[in-house]
């Protein structure tokens, strides 16, 4: 609880964007060394500091949670103030050498930040401000240092020790101990500062860059899970490559090495030359883990690597530009998995996770704009809009420039920035300046938070067709009032009599309102509009449901056909749920069409059958009902599933379970196969769960094993009980197995979810102190939506539960768990009460950190 605000305090400072200053202090050169052991590391630092511009403030730095033993200037003991988590020390001269001697204590460190013990192996997590947890740093991405940074440890517990950079020598001392050192090169910013010690083993492989250097890499686990690093390996050297050929950037290290630990925050962290994962990304093989994560993997690590040059090479001058190095990075992670698997199925899937994760977000009382204006804790702005809505402004600026200029603009910006902390502001003049184009108005998507809503309307003939177009940006907490934005919408207009699309077209809308005359229209046009999702927006169209079944049948832009069959899904849902009559006949017959399309690829198809999930639908509704958009959804389901019934069973038996493969084609087939097995289910065929069973027992992987359990959990059969013990005996000693587990029930569709997975909290292997089997219990439980809407309200009170408990241990993961209960506007007036009256306890409590704090305060609006 070391980081607990006293109770009856003041609210926590605010940090404003509009405040920044450059450092007092410059630190070119840092030398560590550690002491390394779980119950006490001290940590001797070095460093060579420069006053920067005219000034005679005191140095300033930052240090939490740290026993400071010694602060020397110049080779002297010196009278330091230490108080409020900053040591202050005064300096004569212009230059000076700083040594520092601090004691931690890694095996207390529960909340994950800093230097910490994970499964006995020591490891750091810096970013975003974890390094003055390890020693007194101005901790702050501006201050770039070269590290050089020397490990002692016992041999016999700590065989493997590992920092950035590149190994310069390494020895043996007395008492079975031993020393590595290791210096990195490139100036970095601390929250890039990483070491590992532990006892490891390596996956070791080569890549060979485009200039001819080889660089060494290495996958470090623990002896068991070597057998499950393949695939990570295969998609690190796939990304080094594409990164080569598609954005021109190369390795410049010697030596790369990820390490996974199974106690982590996050997905994983782009330290430099020293990537640290949550063994979730990394480790798979083909009885452990599904198709999604293997995609997942491949995605992540992508990821971390792109870092090398969008967050590293090139990083942020503050945190409020974090998405200068995480929308990008994401847009190049989002690039790299289209190409190399469908590009179509890839958009399908970040759109959905766009609009599962970032609308809500942004339309609730924790909205902020990409680039946030203030903070009271970093830590919770690694949020879906800074992340993925940061990605599609990226993707927006290239469907504006083309991509030839995009291109050119990310050399310029690397080229003009290598070395440097900057802005989101220098990316968009980097684009400006390599492009001719004027970005001026688009900097508004920095700006203004909310999802701008568009209308758009197809008048046709006498002449040409007229497009009228309306947008609206919603006003956001602290943003009252908006400015247009401008807005590219790819559209298109389809002949209603041959299904053909004439010429797509780029269209900016940037003001209000505008009348786009579509010229070389068809005789009957049909508007596909917002094609790609080209912009990150809701669009409402008057299109009827004959027009929707005739663009999910006939659009040539993959996108807009799934997202002409959701909309028609979402508009049926949604007039009955809102009790009208409810006629499933277009849906059923659209559905029916994508089934018998042979031309279709199975893994598009498996996603524009699925019907939109309970939390979408609510939505787009005034005022969500959990339990009618539930009845409604799953009577929708049953009938697609009696209507359709003999075509699921084909589409079930055509990919049944060949020998398992891990490819495109293999992975649409079972992903076809799940969703037609569910929906024999939804019919209530009376031999589903058999097949269900059998599929789970005769599964050669885990896609078609969790596959058949999810469809069996969420029934009630005499299978289901049967299923899950099998799996959790077949599991119970793999952690991220025994999270799906946990998943599968917390998510269930049954009624009795609510108390199962308040049991679930009290099994022997639930724990608060791991992140991820936290998330796989509480966290799925949060995103079902009827489960933890109970108008009971037991949702709510375990929810906050849970995140005061967790609270105590690991601020940073509770606070991730807020925002579900935050969305109590969205609810009836009963339901609001109960989840206000959560956050006001939470808020009330004593000994808040300021995470919840800032997260639990803010959703009560
Ligand atoms: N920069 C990491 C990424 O690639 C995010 C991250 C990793 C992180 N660990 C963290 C953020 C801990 C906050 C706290 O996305
Ligand atoms: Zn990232």
């Not at 909205?367 to 804790?377: G, L, N, Q, T």
Request: proline share 6%.
């Amino acid at each position: 609880m070391a980081d607990a605000r006293p109770a009856h305090t003041a609210p926590p400072p605010i940090v404003r964007r509009e405040d920044y200053q450059p450092p007092e202090w410059r630190v070119p050169q840092i030398s560590l060394e550690l002491d390394l052991d779980g119950a006490r590391t001290v940590v001797r630092s070095t460093l060579e500091i420069e006053r920067e511009g005219r000034h005679r403030l005191p140095l300033r730095l930052d240090a939490k949670n740290l026993v400071v033993r010694r602060v020397a200037v110049d080779g002297q003991a010196v009278n330091y103030r230490f108080e409020n988590d900053v040591l202050r020390i005064p300096i004569e001269g212009d230059r000076a050498t700083v040594e520092t001697e601090v004691e931690i204590a890694p095996r207390a460190n529960t909340q994950l930040m800093g230097l910490y013990e994970s499964g006995g192996m020591l490891c750091t997590q810096c970013e975003a401000e974890g390094f003055r947890r390890i020693t007194p740093f101005p901790d702050r991405p501006d201050v770039l240092s070269r590290y050089r940074v020397r490990m002692v440890a016992d041999r016999g517990a700590y065989p493997v020790l590992l920092a950035n950079g590149d190994p310069v020598a390494q020895g043996e001392l007395d008492g079975g101990r031993h020393w590595a050192e290791w210096h990195d090169p490139f100036p970095k910013p601390c929250y890039l500062f990483a070491l590992v010690a532990g006892s490891l083993v390596a996956n070791r492989d080569s890549f060979v860059t485009r200039s001819g250097k080889t660089v060494q890499l290495a996958i470090w686990v623990r002896e068991g899970d070597l057998p499950k690093t393949e695939h990570a390996m295969t998609s690190l050297k796939a990304a080094m490559k594409w990164d080569e050929e598609v954005f021109g950037r190369e390795y410049d290290l010697e030596m790369f090495n990820i390490v996974a630990v199974a106690d982590f925050n996050f997905g994983a962290m782009e330290n430099k030359g020293l990537n640290i994962f949550n063994s979730r990304y990394i480790l798979a093989d083909p009885d452990t883990a599904t198709d999604a994560d293997y995609d997942a993997i491949a995605g992540v690590v992508a990821h971390e690597y792109f870092h090398n040059w969008s967050g590293n090479r090139v990083t942020c001058r503050d945190w409020f530009q974090l998405s200068l190095k995480e929308g990008f990075t994401v847009f190049r992670d989002q690039q790299f998995s289209a190409d190399m698997g469908s590009p179509a199925v890839k958009r399908i899937e970040d759109v959905r996770m766009l609009r599962a994760a970032q609308f809500p977000e942004d339309g609730g009382p924790l909205a902020h704009p990409v680039r946030p204006d203030s903070y009271i804790e970093i830590s919770n702005f690694y949020t879906a809009t800074v992340y993925n809505k940061g990605a599609e402004l990226i993707r927006m600026i290239r469907t504006i420039l083309g991509p030839e200029k995009f291109r050119a603009g990310c050399d310029l910006y690397f080229d003009r920035h290598d070395g440097q902390a900057v802005t989101c502001e220098d990316f968009v003049r980097a684009m400006e300046d390599a492009s001719g184009a004027d970005l001026s108005r688009f900097r508004l998507w920095y700006s203004q938070a909310g999802t701008p809503r568009v209308r758009a309307s197809l008048v046709r003939g006498p002449g040409s067709p007229r497009l009228l177009l309306e947008q609206e940006v919603p006003p956001t907490p602290g943003q009252p009032a908006k400015q247009p934005m401008p807005i590219p919408l790819r559209i298109a207009l389809l002949d209603e009599a041959t299904g053909v699309a004439a010429d797509e077209r780029l269209v900016l809308l940037d003001e209000a309102k505008a009348e786009v005359v579509l010229e070389r229209a068809p005789e009957r046009p049909v508007l596909s509009i917002n094609r790609d999702f080209s912009a990150p927006i809701i669009v409402e169209t008057d299109r009827t449901a004959a027009d929707l079944a005739f663009l999910s049948a006939h659009d040539d832009d993959p996108f807009a056909r799934y997202e002409a069959m959701q909309q028609l899904m979402l508009d049926t849902l949604i007039r009955s749920v809102s009790g009208g009559a409810a006629d499933h006949h277009a849906v059923v017959e659209a559905v029916r069409h994508a089934l018998a399309d042979r031309a279709l690829d199975p893994a598009f198809v498996a996603e524009t059958v699925l019907l939109p999930s309970e939390t979408f639908i609510g939505d787009r509704m005034d005022t969500v009902d959990p339990d009618a958009i539930h009845r409604s959804r799953e009577a929708l389901r049953a009938e697609l599933g009696r209507e359709l019934e003999a075509l699921w069973r084909q589409a079930y038996s055509t990919h049944a379970a060949n020998r398992y493969e891990y490819s495109s084609s293999a992975k649409g087939a079972r992903r076809l196969r799940s969703v037609a097995l569910g929906y024999i289910m939804a019919a209530g065929a009376a031999d589903a769960p058999v097949l269900a069973q059998a599929q789970f027992d005769g599964a050669d992987n885990m896609t078609d094993r969790q596959g058949a359990l999810v469809v069996l959990a969420n029934g009630d059969s005499a299978e289901r009980q049967a299923a899950l013990s099998a799996f959790y005996d077949r599991y119970r000693d793999n952690a991220l197995v025994l999270d799906k587990w946990f998943s599968v029930q917390a998510l269930s569709t049954r009624a009795d979810t609510p108390a199962q997975v308040e049991a679930l909290a009290r099994h022997p292997d639930f724990t608060l102190s791991n992140p991820n089997r936290l998330r796989s219990l509480v966290g799925a439980f949060a995103a079902n939506q009827r489960a933890f809407h109970d108008v009971s309200g037991r949702g709510y009170r375990f929810l906050a539960d849970m995140i005061l408990a967790e609270d105590k241990l690991n601020p940073q993961t509770a606070a991730r768990l807020v925002p579900p209960l935050g969305r109590w506007r969205r609810f009836d007036e009963q339901r609001a009460a109960l989840m206000r009256a959560e956050l006001e306890r939470i808020v009330a409590t004593a000994g808040l950190s300021k995470d919840v704090f800032e997260q639990a305060s803010k959703s009560l609006g």
